[in-house]
């Protein structure tokens, strides 16, 4: 059969459906139900929740984060006194952006601007005086109370009125003082002089904090120390034994210290040491009678008692060196170290009468 008699077959018209003509590959038949002009239908409002998979992801606020339970630290004094000091330094910092606030004013500001600023500085500097003057007329009271304290430990007394003295004495300036003033139109002198003079004080108060807490959790050790100076105790003794090339003795503290002296009687008896003492040694709890005559080191062990006055030339009280050096740091830093050696170190009271002075100097212009 001749292919030209052939009829031709029609898909378009069997299939009903247009295409649509693409400029680069075959035709695409269009969606179904799509308009006519080509457009994207809008998707109607009121649809159901469920045509869109992610209207729950994105129409829904997401759960708020779950709330954090809070946790109750129990600090000690220490840790705390600590964190107040760390406190403390941290006013420098104040210190230090006051320093280049002043110093970039000075620098950007106009000329009215710097008058005006004149102005304030020199009204700070007139306050500041007379702030650091008060703080150094108690820092002299401070000292003269801390040489009353001293006098009185020499004279082995418990210092009670003075110690009650020092809880009400603190040095009034820290770097708080200075943060807030305009200091960066001082002179490099008197900025530094401030920055020390606060450093000073705060040394200063610390150091007083902690000459009270020492002498009042001393008071039972000195007081016995000292009472040993009225009525002299033994307290320590010597062993004596066989040794690797003769007698030696060995210190031993003793159990129940005993008086050297006394002129009471004792049951219709004059006062005498006890005639012998027991000791702990190895966790065993042994007798030793008093050396009286013979070989000390031949026999059984013997204790001799030590004269109370060279006890503290040997054996110091631990309670009174550790409270005489806090004081003695104290008053260098109140009243400076005049070393004829060459060690000199100025204190805060002349720090801060100098300071004074050249504060002062400014708040008249």
């Given amino acids: 059969m001749n292919d030209q008699k052939k009829p031709k077959i029609d898909l378009k018209a069997r299939l009903g459906k247009k295409t649509v003509s693409s ?58 006194h600590e964190q107040n000091k760390q406190k403390k330094k941290g006013y420098v910092l104040a210190i230090v952006t006051a320093l280049i606030g002043g110093v970039v004013g000075f620098m950007v500001g106009g000329s009215n601007e710097t008058s005006n600023q004149q102005k304030v500085a020199a009204r700070d500097a007139g306050d ?25 430990l020499s004279s082995g007394k418990y210092p009670d009125e003075e110690s009650k003295k020092l809880a009400g004495l603190r040095i009034p300036f820290e770097g708080a003082n200075i943060g807030l003033r305009v200091i960066g139109r001082f002179n490099k002198e008197v900025n530094h002089g401030l920055v020390n003079f606060s450093s000073m004080a705060e040394k200063a108060n610390d150091l007083t ?31 004596v034994s ?20 006394s002129e009471e009687k004792v049951a219709g008896k004059d006062y005498a040491w006890p005639d012998s003492m027991k000791i702990k040694s190895g966790g065993r709890e042994s007798t030793v009678k ?24 040997v054996c110091p009280n631990i309670a009174l060196a550790r409270v005489s050096r806090a004081i003695q740091d104290l008053e260098d830093s109140l009243r400076g170290v005049k070393d004829p050696g060459g060690h000199e170190e100025t204190g805060l009271i002349e720090t801060g009468r100098g300071l004074t002075e050249k504060l002062k100097g400014i708040g008249s212009h």
């Fill in 23 to 80: 400029p680069s590959g075959p035709s695409i038949p269009p969606p179904v139900g799509g308009s006519r002009t080509g457009g994207i239908p809008a998707p109607p409002f009121g649809a159901p929740k469920s045509s869109d998979p992610y209207s729950s992801m994105m129409g829904s606020a997401p759960p708020p984060p779950p709330k954090q339970q809070a946790i109750k630290v129990e600090m000690s004094e220490e840790v705390i």
């Fill in 290 to 313: 008093r050396y009286t005559k013979g070989d000390p080191g031949g026999g059984d062990p013997q204790f001799i008692p030590v004269d109370p006055s060279s006890q503290n030339s």
């Fill in 242 to 261: 066989g040794g690797p090339s003769g007698p030696w003795a060995t210190m031993i503290a003793v159990p129940e210290p005993f008086l050297a002296k």
């Fill in 209 to 239: 904090e902690d000459v009270q807490r020492m002498l009042a959790g001393s008071k039972k050790a000195l007081d016995d120390a000292f009472s040993v100076k009225e009525k002299p105790k033994v307290v320590w003794s010597a062993i």
């Fill in 128 to 152: 500041l005086a007379k702030e650091v003057n008060t703080a150094t007329d108690t820092a002299e009271q401070l000292a003269d109370v801390v040489k009353a304290v001293k006098d009185k």
